[in-house]
Protein backbone atom coordinates (compact mmCIF):
# COMPACT_ATOMS: atom_id res chain seq x y z
CA UNK A 1 0.00 0.00 0.00
CA UNK A 2 1.57 3.59 -0.49
CA UNK A 3 -0.14 6.98 -0.36
CA UNK A 4 1.21 10.31 -1.65
CA UNK A 5 1.79 13.03 0.52
CA UNK A 6 0.70 17.18 -0.77
CA UNK A 7 4.09 19.01 -0.56
CA UNK A 8 3.78 22.67 1.13
CA UNK A 9 7.20 24.17 -0.89
CA UNK A 10 5.33 27.40 -1.58
CA UNK A 11 4.54 27.99 2.20
CA UNK A 12 8.13 26.88 3.34
CA UNK A 13 9.90 28.89 1.12
CA UNK A 14 7.18 32.27 2.09
CA UNK A 15 8.48 31.47 5.78
CA UNK A 16 11.83 31.35 4.64
CA UNK A 17 11.25 34.72 2.95
CA UNK A 18 10.18 35.96 5.88
CA UNK A 19 12.42 34.70 8.68
CA UNK A 20 15.46 35.24 6.43
CA UNK A 21 16.86 32.43 8.84
CA UNK A 22 20.58 33.11 10.43
CA UNK A 23 22.00 29.86 9.56
CA UNK A 24 25.46 28.46 11.00
CA UNK A 25 27.35 26.03 9.80
CA UNK A 26 30.31 24.41 11.12
CA UNK A 27 31.17 22.59 7.84
CA UNK A 28 34.07 21.18 5.71
CA UNK A 29 36.67 23.15 3.44
CA UNK A 30 36.34 21.62 0.38
CA UNK A 31 32.40 22.94 0.19
CA UNK A 32 31.75 25.90 2.19
CA UNK A 33 32.10 28.36 -0.34
CA UNK A 34 28.61 26.40 -2.05
CA UNK A 35 27.07 25.57 1.29
CA UNK A 36 27.07 29.61 2.06
CA UNK A 37 25.73 30.67 -1.24
CA UNK A 38 23.10 28.06 -1.58
CA UNK A 39 22.01 29.42 2.13
CA UNK A 40 21.94 33.03 1.10
CA UNK A 41 19.94 31.67 -2.56
CA UNK A 42 17.70 30.06 -0.65
CA UNK A 43 16.85 33.31 1.34
CA UNK A 44 18.50 32.17 4.59
CA UNK A 45 21.79 33.81 6.35
CA UNK A 46 24.46 31.75 6.32
CA UNK A 47 27.85 32.35 8.97
CA UNK A 48 30.58 29.33 9.11
CA UNK A 49 32.00 30.34 12.27
CA UNK A 50 34.09 27.53 13.42
CA UNK A 51 36.23 28.61 16.48
CA UNK A 52 36.11 26.86 19.56
CA UNK A 53 35.73 29.84 21.92
CA UNK A 54 33.48 31.73 19.56
CA UNK A 55 30.62 28.85 17.96
CA UNK A 56 28.65 28.65 21.30
CA UNK A 57 28.35 32.62 21.64
CA UNK A 58 27.16 32.61 17.22
CA UNK A 59 24.30 29.57 17.82
CA UNK A 60 22.74 31.22 20.66
CA UNK A 61 21.65 34.02 18.11
CA UNK A 62 21.08 31.86 15.35
CA UNK A 63 17.32 30.02 13.72
CA UNK A 64 19.54 26.54 12.55
CA UNK A 65 22.94 24.76 12.84
CA UNK A 66 24.47 22.32 10.36
CA UNK A 67 26.97 20.24 11.33
CA UNK A 68 28.47 18.80 8.58
CA UNK A 69 31.43 16.32 9.55
CA UNK A 70 33.34 16.21 6.25
CA UNK A 71 36.74 17.54 7.53
CA UNK A 72 37.32 15.46 11.01
CA UNK A 73 39.88 16.45 13.27
CA UNK A 74 40.38 16.69 16.72
CA UNK A 75 39.29 20.59 17.17
CA UNK A 76 37.02 20.23 14.71
CA UNK A 77 35.26 17.61 16.54
CA UNK A 78 35.56 19.74 20.42
CA UNK A 79 34.10 22.88 18.34
CA UNK A 80 31.15 20.60 17.17
CA UNK A 81 30.27 18.98 20.17
CA UNK A 82 30.03 22.28 21.95
CA UNK A 83 28.06 23.96 18.85
CA UNK A 84 25.64 21.15 19.20
CA UNK A 85 25.51 21.65 22.64
CA UNK A 86 24.70 25.09 22.65
CA UNK A 87 22.48 24.72 20.26
CA UNK A 88 20.40 22.73 22.05
CA UNK A 89 20.31 24.65 25.28
CA UNK A 90 18.97 27.55 22.74
CA UNK A 91 16.08 25.23 21.17
CA UNK A 92 18.09 26.01 17.84
CA UNK A 93 17.25 22.62 15.76
CA UNK A 94 20.28 21.02 14.82
CA UNK A 95 20.82 19.23 10.99
CA UNK A 96 23.67 16.24 10.95
CA UNK A 97 25.63 15.70 7.62
CA UNK A 98 27.91 12.74 9.05
CA UNK A 99 30.13 12.93 5.59
CA UNK A 100 31.89 9.82 4.68
CA UNK A 101 30.39 7.88 8.10
CA UNK A 102 31.60 4.24 7.46
CA UNK A 103 34.66 5.27 5.09
CA UNK A 104 37.02 4.58 8.53
CA UNK A 105 36.80 4.00 12.43
CA UNK A 106 37.44 8.04 13.00
CA UNK A 107 34.72 9.31 11.09
CA UNK A 108 32.15 6.68 12.53
CA UNK A 109 33.12 7.46 16.18
CA UNK A 110 32.81 11.52 15.56
CA UNK A 111 29.50 10.75 13.98
CA UNK A 112 28.33 8.55 16.79
CA UNK A 113 29.54 10.96 19.53
CA UNK A 114 27.80 13.81 17.47
CA UNK A 115 24.16 11.71 17.39
CA UNK A 116 25.33 10.44 21.16
CA UNK A 117 25.64 13.93 22.86
CA UNK A 118 23.28 16.11 20.53
CA UNK A 119 19.85 15.96 20.64
CA UNK A 120 19.67 16.33 16.20
CA UNK A 121 16.29 17.18 14.28
CA UNK A 122 17.61 16.01 11.14
CA UNK A 123 20.67 13.46 9.88
CA UNK A 124 20.94 14.00 6.36
CA UNK A 125 23.66 11.27 4.66
CA UNK A 126 23.49 9.31 1.13
CA UNK A 127 22.63 6.11 1.32
CA UNK A 128 26.01 4.36 2.54
CA UNK A 129 26.05 7.01 5.78
CA UNK A 130 22.51 6.57 6.77
CA UNK A 131 22.92 2.31 6.69
CA UNK A 132 26.20 2.76 8.60
CA UNK A 133 24.55 4.72 11.46
CA UNK A 134 21.73 2.62 11.45
CA UNK A 135 24.25 -0.14 11.93
CA UNK A 136 23.24 -2.11 8.63
CA UNK A 137 25.43 -3.19 6.16
CA UNK A 138 26.69 0.64 4.50
CA UNK A 139 29.53 0.43 1.81
CA UNK A 140 31.26 4.28 1.97
CA UNK A 141 34.42 4.84 -0.07
CA UNK A 142 35.65 8.12 0.97
CA UNK A 143 32.47 10.35 0.83
CA UNK A 144 30.36 8.37 -1.54
CA UNK A 145 28.27 5.59 -1.03
CA UNK A 146 28.90 2.57 -2.99
CA UNK A 147 27.28 -1.05 -2.48
CA UNK A 148 23.58 -2.16 -3.18
CA UNK A 149 20.86 -0.81 -0.25
CA UNK A 150 17.94 -3.34 -1.05
CA UNK A 151 15.64 -1.68 1.21
CA UNK A 152 16.64 2.08 2.00
CA UNK A 153 13.34 3.04 3.70
CA UNK A 154 13.36 0.63 6.28
CA UNK A 155 17.09 1.57 7.17
CA UNK A 156 16.00 5.20 6.60
CA UNK A 157 13.58 4.42 9.51
CA UNK A 158 15.99 2.24 11.20
CA UNK A 159 18.65 5.29 11.20
CA UNK A 160 15.68 7.35 12.77
CA UNK A 161 14.78 5.40 15.44
CA UNK A 162 18.71 5.34 16.35
CA UNK A 163 19.42 9.12 16.13
CA UNK A 164 16.06 10.41 17.08
CA UNK A 165 15.84 12.40 14.40
CA UNK A 166 14.02 12.35 10.67
CA UNK A 167 16.56 11.26 8.33
CA UNK A 168 16.60 12.22 5.12
CA UNK A 169 19.03 9.17 3.15
CA UNK A 170 20.35 10.66 -0.27
CA UNK A 171 20.60 8.92 -3.86
CA UNK A 172 19.16 8.78 -6.92
CA UNK A 173 15.78 8.87 -5.25
CA UNK A 174 15.83 10.77 -1.67
CA UNK A 175 13.74 8.51 1.16
CA UNK A 176 12.86 10.16 4.29
CA UNK A 177 11.68 8.93 7.03
CA UNK A 178 10.81 9.10 10.81
CA UNK A 179 10.94 5.79 12.99
CA UNK A 180 7.58 5.05 11.76
CA UNK A 181 6.85 6.25 8.16
CA UNK A 182 9.29 6.53 5.12
CA UNK A 183 8.92 8.59 2.20
CA UNK A 184 9.93 8.27 -1.54
CA UNK A 185 10.40 11.85 -2.44
CA UNK A 186 10.71 11.95 -6.96
CA UNK A 187 12.62 14.28 -8.47
CA UNK A 188 15.65 15.80 -8.76
CA UNK A 189 18.48 15.28 -11.97
CA UNK A 190 21.38 12.28 -12.30
CA UNK A 191 23.64 15.68 -12.94
CA UNK A 192 23.49 16.31 -9.20
CA UNK A 193 25.72 13.13 -8.97
CA UNK A 194 28.60 14.33 -10.72
CA UNK A 195 29.06 17.91 -8.89
CA UNK A 196 31.18 17.61 -5.27
CA UNK A 197 28.97 18.99 -2.84
CA UNK A 198 25.44 18.77 -4.17
CA UNK A 199 24.84 16.20 -0.53
CA UNK A 200 26.46 19.30 1.33
CA UNK A 201 24.05 21.52 -0.10
CA UNK A 202 21.32 19.37 0.66
CA UNK A 203 22.18 19.23 4.13
CA UNK A 204 22.09 23.49 4.81
CA UNK A 205 19.46 23.27 2.75
CA UNK A 206 17.41 21.13 5.30
CA UNK A 207 18.91 23.03 7.71
CA UNK A 208 17.70 26.62 6.59
CA UNK A 209 14.24 25.36 6.26
CA UNK A 210 14.24 23.89 9.89
CA UNK A 211 15.25 27.20 11.01
CA UNK A 212 11.93 28.72 9.15
CA UNK A 213 9.40 26.04 9.27
CA UNK A 214 8.95 24.54 13.22
CA UNK A 215 8.32 20.79 11.86
CA UNK A 216 11.61 18.85 10.83
CA UNK A 217 9.58 16.49 9.07
CA UNK A 218 7.34 18.88 7.08
CA UNK A 219 10.67 20.93 6.56
CA UNK A 220 12.63 18.47 5.12
CA UNK A 221 10.17 17.10 2.79
CA UNK A 222 9.92 20.53 1.53
CA UNK A 223 13.39 21.27 1.26
CA UNK A 224 14.13 18.05 -0.65
CA UNK A 225 11.40 18.99 -2.86
CA UNK A 226 12.64 21.89 -3.64
CA UNK A 227 16.05 20.74 -4.32
CA UNK A 228 14.71 18.27 -6.72
CA UNK A 229 12.90 20.95 -8.42
CA UNK A 230 15.89 23.05 -8.80
CA UNK A 231 17.82 20.85 -10.17
CA UNK A 232 15.65 19.86 -13.08
CA UNK A 233 15.00 23.41 -13.48
CA UNK A 234 18.80 24.31 -13.78
CA UNK A 235 19.01 20.96 -16.50
CA UNK A 236 16.07 22.64 -18.33
CA UNK A 237 18.63 25.41 -19.42
CA UNK A 238 21.50 25.49 -21.63
CA UNK A 239 24.98 24.03 -19.30
CA UNK A 240 27.82 23.01 -20.73
CA UNK A 241 28.96 20.01 -18.30
CA UNK A 242 29.18 19.58 -14.33
CA UNK A 243 31.03 22.79 -13.36
CA UNK A 244 27.90 25.45 -15.34
CA UNK A 245 25.46 23.21 -14.45
CA UNK A 246 26.35 23.86 -10.59
CA UNK A 247 25.92 27.40 -11.38
CA UNK A 248 23.09 27.17 -13.32
CA UNK A 249 21.66 25.12 -10.62
CA UNK A 250 22.69 28.14 -7.63
CA UNK A 251 20.36 30.45 -9.91
CA UNK A 252 17.74 28.34 -9.97
CA UNK A 253 17.41 27.95 -6.08
CA UNK A 254 17.60 31.61 -6.19
CA UNK A 255 14.50 32.06 -8.70
CA UNK A 256 12.63 29.76 -6.48
CA UNK A 257 10.05 31.89 -5.37
CA UNK A 258 6.90 30.80 -3.16
CA UNK A 259 5.04 32.50 -6.67
CA UNK A 260 7.21 30.46 -9.36
CA UNK A 261 6.82 27.14 -7.61
CA UNK A 262 4.18 24.76 -9.20
CA UNK A 263 0.88 24.27 -7.81
CA UNK A 264 0.72 20.45 -8.48
CA UNK A 265 3.97 18.83 -6.60
CA UNK A 266 1.51 16.16 -5.72
CA UNK A 267 2.81 12.36 -6.69
CA UNK A 268 6.39 13.49 -5.88
CA UNK A 269 6.13 12.26 -2.38
CA UNK A 270 4.83 8.64 -1.91
CA UNK A 271 4.72 6.73 1.50
CA UNK A 272 7.13 3.70 1.46
CA UNK A 273 6.37 0.38 2.67
CA UNK A 274 9.03 -1.38 4.86
N1 LIG B 1 21.42 9.69 -10.10
C1 LIG B 1 20.79 10.70 -9.49
N2 LIG B 1 19.59 11.13 -9.95
C2 LIG B 1 18.96 12.16 -9.35
N3 LIG B 1 19.43 12.83 -8.27
C3 LIG B 1 20.62 12.41 -7.76
C4 LIG B 1 21.37 11.34 -8.34
N4 LIG B 1 22.50 11.17 -7.61
C5 LIG B 1 22.47 12.10 -6.63
N5 LIG B 1 21.32 12.84 -6.73
C6 LIG B 1 20.93 13.95 -5.85
O1 LIG B 1 22.10 14.65 -5.49
C7 LIG B 1 21.99 15.14 -4.16
C8 LIG B 1 23.18 14.66 -3.36
O2 LIG B 1 23.04 13.27 -3.16
P1 LIG B 1 24.28 12.28 -3.01
O3 LIG B 1 23.72 11.00 -2.50
O4 LIG B 1 25.05 12.25 -4.30
O5 LIG B 1 25.09 13.02 -1.87
P2 LIG B 1 26.56 12.85 -1.35
O6 LIG B 1 27.14 11.54 -1.81
O7 LIG B 1 26.52 13.11 0.10
O8 LIG B 1 27.23 14.09 -2.13
P3 LIG B 1 28.61 14.88 -1.86
O9 LIG B 1 29.48 14.00 -1.01
O10 LIG B 1 29.16 15.13 -3.22
O11 LIG B 1 28.25 16.16 -1.18
C9 LIG B 1 20.63 14.67 -3.64
O12 LIG B 1 19.69 15.70 -3.78
C10 LIG B 1 20.28 13.50 -4.57
O13 LIG B 1 18.89 13.36 -4.73
C1 LIG C 1 35.24 15.30 -1.09
C2 LIG C 1 35.06 15.62 0.34
N1 LIG C 1 35.94 15.14 1.28
C3 LIG C 1 35.64 15.53 2.51
S1 LIG C 1 34.25 16.51 2.57
C4 LIG C 1 34.06 16.42 0.90
C5 LIG C 1 32.96 17.16 0.20
C6 LIG C 1 31.86 16.29 -0.28
O1 LIG C 1 31.17 15.64 0.67
Known amino acids: MSESVQPTLASSLASVAATGPLVHSVTNAVTVNDVANVTLHWGGLPVMADDEREVAEMVAGADALLLNAGDVSERGE ?3 V ?10 VPVVLDPVGVGATPTRTAVAERLVAEVDLAVVKGNYGEVSTLAGAAGEVRGVESVGEYADIAATARACADTTGSVVVASGERDVIATSERAFGVEGGHPMLGRVVGTGCMLGVTLATFCGAV ?3 LTASV ?3 VGYGLA ?6 TEYGGPASYKIRF ?9 EAVDADLA ?3 TRLDG
Open 78 to 80: RTM
Open 82 to 91: AAGRAANDHG
Open 214 to 216: ADP
Open 222 to 224: DAV
Open 231 to 236: AERAAE
Open 250 to 258: LDAVAGLSP
Open 267 to 269: GRV
